[in-house]
C-alpha cells in the first residue's frame, strides 16, 4: 500500500491545501494529512482548531486521515509506515526551502521520498499567513477557504 504523508501549519487549511489534498490522495492509496507542532511558530488557530477544520475538509474523504506531530517529520513518516512526503509548490519561491528540507530528509531517511506537487494556478498566490492578513484587515476571503473556515476566522479575529 503507498502511503504519503502531508505535512503542514494549516492556520487555517485553504483552498490551496485542499486542491494537493485532491492530488494526493488520487495519486496514493492513503494520505495522511498531519498538522505539525512547530514550537517556534505561534499559530492563529489552536492545534486542536486546526485539526478539527482539516477534518471537516476530508470528511468523505475515504482515504485520507488527519493527525499531528511533533518532531522529525522523517521518524514520525517512519513510524507511520509512509514511503511519501508530499508538499506543494506554489512559485520559484518555495522551492529552494523545500529543497533543502528534501535532501535534508533524505540524508536522515533515503528510504523517505519527497513528492512535490503543483498547485491549480487559481491558488499559486494562496498562503495561510495572506488569508489571515485579508481577514484581519476585513477584506474579502471567499474563494480562498471554505464558508465554515471564513466564519471561524471571522470570529476568531473577533476574539
Ligand atoms: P508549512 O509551515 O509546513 O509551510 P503550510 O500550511 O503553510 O505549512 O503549507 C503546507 C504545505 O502546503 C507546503 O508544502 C506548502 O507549500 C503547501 N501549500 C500551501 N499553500 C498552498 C497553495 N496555495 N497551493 C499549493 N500548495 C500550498
Known sequence: ????IYPGSFDPVTYGHIDIIERARRTFDHLIVSVAVN???????????RMEML??????????????FTGLLVRYAEQ?????????????SDFEYEFQMALMNRTIDPAIETVFMMTNSDYSFLSSSIVQEVARLG??????????IE???REKLNQ
Open 39 to 49: 514550537p517556534h511558530k505561534t499559530p492563529l488557530f489552536t492545534l486542536a482548531e
Open 1 to 4: 500500500m503507498r502511503k504519503a
Open 55 to 68: 477534518q471537516e475538509v476530508c470528511c468523505g474523504m475515504d482515504n485520507v486521515t488527519v493527525d499531528s
Open 80 to 92: 507511520k509506515d509512509a514511503q511519501v512526503i508530499i508538499r506543494g509548490l506554489r512559485a520559484v
Open 139 to 148: 477584506g474579502p476571503i471567499q474563494g480562498l477557504v471554505t464558508p465554515t
Open 151 to 153: 466564519r471561524r476566522l
